[in-house]
C-alpha cells in the first residue's frame, strides 16, 4: 500500500472542504422543491443549517489554499499562476455572491446571486482541478 503522505492530508482537506461548499450548494438547490413542499419557511431553515456548514467549509478552503500554494511555490510562475489568480478572483466572487445570497430579501434577488454563487463555486472546482499536479 502507498504511505500516507501530509500532501495527501493538505489535497484531502482541501477536496473535502470543497465538496461541502461547492456539492452541498448544488445538493441544497436541487432539494429546495421538496423542502417548499414541505412549507414554506423550512428552505430558509435548511440554507440556514447549511450556512452553518457552507462557511467553515470555506474558511477551510482558504487555509489549506494557502498551504496549497506554500507546498507548490515550485510551480509557482507562468501559466501556472495566472491559472491560479483568475481562480482567486473566482473564489472571491463565490464567496461575495454567497454572502448576498444568504442576505437577498427579494425573489430576483435570491435567484441571481444564487445562481452567480452555484456558477462560480463550479468554476472555482474547474480551475483547481486545472491547477492540480
Ligand atoms: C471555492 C473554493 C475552492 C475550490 C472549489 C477549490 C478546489 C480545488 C480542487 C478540486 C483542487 C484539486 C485538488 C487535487 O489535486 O486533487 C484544488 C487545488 C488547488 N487549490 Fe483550490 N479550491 C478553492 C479555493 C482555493 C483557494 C482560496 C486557494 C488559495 C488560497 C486555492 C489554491 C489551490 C492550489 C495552489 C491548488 C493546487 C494544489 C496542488 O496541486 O498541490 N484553492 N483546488
Known sequence: MLP?????????????AATIWVGGQLTL???VPALRAAGA???????????????PAFAVLIVTGAWNISAERAHVHGAYTR????????????GITAFLHARATTKTG??????????????????GVMSAG
Not at 491559472?83 to 463565490?94: Q, W, Y
Not at 435570491?110 to 480551475?127: D, E, Q
Open 110 to 127: 435570491l435567484a441571481v446571486f444564487g445562481a452567480l454563487t452555484g456558477i462560480t463555486a463550479l468554476g472555482a472546482l474547474l480551475l
Open 41 to 55: 419557511d423550512v428552505p430558509r431553515t435548511a440554507a440556514r443549517a447549511f450556512n452553518r456548514i457552507a462557511w
Open 83 to 94: 491559472t491560479l489568480v483568475v481562480k482567486l478572483v473566482v473564489v472571491a466572487l463565490s
Open 29 to 31: 438547490a436541487g432539494l
Open 4 to 16: 500516507l503522505t501530509l500532501d495527501d492530508v493538505r489535497l484531502f482537506l482541501h477536496v473535502v
